[in-house]
């Protein structure tokens, strides 16, 4: 019984498919990724990666624990670091005007038009121990990992320049993990990216025509319902969004309406980290070792206003079935569990 | 050293970002699907598939070769099917009208909305034989595989009611198949997709400016200077995409303007599929056992005019990187293999 269904949001369409369930290899199974024995992001291999920008080391170092949490330049960045190296301060703080430089046209035509990819890279190494998923860190180690994520966000924001920067994760090969060892990256970009413009423009358009911001109603109408909730903790509420595009699809966004990540306080931040652990190991409690990235959905880095009508969130987004030809083709998603049924299965 | 290029066709933004391609497992490699030795799509199981919408017979039938192709319900679709059952006409001649019907509001909420995902959902067996890639294909069978594109395309035209059909294959798990057997995949949909929207209202725009169709221009800018140009046909150019989302992107379109798939002669048809089918192979002697989508993008079925803007296309999306949390949360992709050096790569 199949639906399109359109998110609130950003009115993205969804094909709910319920039959497609039952067919044969629905869910992946990805072999692990192969440990070569030689992981750059374990204790004793640091000289493996870029100097680190930042550390965070836990009360009592030792030589098994020197550190929690290191912070280094990606070494295969998808951005063009303006220093080419990796420093302690924010690695786009050269005066070029990040928009101006490097434009061209091929083959003197005007419709071919490229820009620097300018930005920043980092990689946050999660432990000094060969860990994958978050559910393996210290609670500890997880509660200052949501505070690496607010420090990098407000080191980047002074860094001038740049338009975003988004925290991600991807844990497993299919959710493209190149490596095992648990890291989440923060990508910093010259330009808003075209999903987070979206859901810009939405709730502006959604503010002004209600006078309220789209996710706070949202929050109230699905705690409300109830029907799509799957846990809550005092600051925050988690949810399968009405139109998930995948599998047990979660958001997590604060109660309070907030628009910027790096504004949250620690308490705050520590009850996040302590419900996204939560969220994660009830997905892998319904389908062990599965592939999962999460992000980040905060205000643009270059915006210095309070915005009433957006309201940053996590999105949690499971990896167990493939992206096809339709998706690519269509830009639409097909979602073989409801997310009725997904936030029943994660609530259990 | 990475840019952010804008395709012509959708303004989409993509980060090509070359030094991406050094890192560890940059290219994915799947292993192949399991045969259990019980394919359904083999010659012999014709039962364990729905009765066949049409068949297409070899000009003279064997034991071993009754059919070459056969088009199916699929088991698992996508779409409700109107009248539930499998049958040679169109499923979705039923006169309730697609979109009026269950419209519907979930906890009162006005934003929640969904309709029935109406439509038709069919699967194209290429072959009695237990093949994988159209690169195995007979050459008269991949003739024929694109005579049915077009008579189905025209078949679901004249069943009135739905927006859009897309023709679209799934090669190897990496891509999505969940079965190994060669086949393709019909989707029709009571709304047109997203990223054909995005084409058709970005294509409309610049021929508003202009006066031109968008894709004959750009065909004659890439022709000209060739660097990003695969191979050519008497009727079809190939080319990487200045844009390219992913390695070894690959887009094919008729040199004569053309805004309609079904409206192509036989003779086009034939060129068209030897075409295909050399690109193919020129993939998988780059990359051996390359997981690959390609899909057709066509004026919706719906449309009767002739479109001056819009020009019909397949897109070859080869699978050889994973979709990560940076795309998901930006709607942006990072390609590490230039266009301009895949079509070098795949000219050799």
Redesign the interface.
């Known amino acids: ?6 998110d ?1 949001v950003t009115g ?2 969804v ?3 319920q ?2 369930a ?5 869910f ?1 199974s ?2 692990p ?1 192969l440990d070569d024995g030689d992981c750059p992001f374990c204790v004793g291999r640091e000289s493996n990666t870029p100097r680190a920008i930042a550390e965070y080391a836990p009360p009592r170092p030792s030589a098994a624990e020197p550190w929690w949490i290191r912070v280094v330049p990606n ?6 670091e303006l220093n080419g190296v990796a420093a302690a301060s924010p690695t786009c703080t050269s005066t070029a005007k990040v928009n101006e430089i ?1 434009r061209r046209r ?2 003197g ?1 005007a ?7 300018l930005g920043s890279h980092e990689v946050i190494i999660e432990s000094p121990r060969h860990v994958v998923s978050v559910t393996e860190l210290d609670e500890s180690v997880m509660r200052t990992l949501f505070h690496v994520y607010r420090d990098r966000l407000t080191s980047l924001r002074t860094a001038g320049q740049l338009a975003y920067a ?1 925290a ?3 844990v497993r ?7 095992a060892h648990s890291h989440s ?1 923060l ?1 910093a ?3 808003v ?4 413009e ?1 859901e810009l423009s939405h709730s502006q358009a959604y503010f002004a025509d209600h006078g309220q911001c ?1 996710f706070c ?2 929050l109230r ?1 699905e705690c ?2 109830g ?1 799509r909730i799957v846990a809550e903790s005092a600051n925050f509420v988690a949810w399968c969004p ?1 139109a998930s595009r995948c599998p047990y699809e979660v958001w997590i966004a604060p109660k309070q309406h907030a628009c910027r990540y790096e504004s949250t306080d620690s308490a705050r931040l520590d009850d996040l980290a302590a419900l996204v652990q939560q969220l994660v190991g009830r997905l892998e409690a319904v389908h062990p070792q599965a592939a999962y ?5 905060t205000a643009p880095i270059n915006e210095s206003r309070e915005l009433p009508h957006y309201h940053w969130h996590i ?1 949690l ?1 499971p990896r167990l ?12 998603y ?1 979602n073989p569990i409801p997310p009725e049924t997904a936030a029943e299965q994660l609530r259990a």
């Open positions: 019984m199949s639906e399109v269904r359109h609130p993205r369409q094909i709910i498919a039959d497609r039952n067919r044969p290899h629905a992946v990805d072999p990724l070494k295969y960045p998808a951005v063009r490097d091929i083959n035509h419709f071919f038009t490229a820009e620097a990819a988004m991600f994760k991807n090969p299919a959710a493209g993990a190149s490596l990256q990508l970009t010259p330009f990216p075209p999903q987070v979206l789209v109603e949202l109408s409300r319902g029907v009405f990235n999460y992000l980040l959905h999105e987004l079935i493939k992206f096809a030809g339709f998706e690519w083709g269509s830009g639409c097909i």
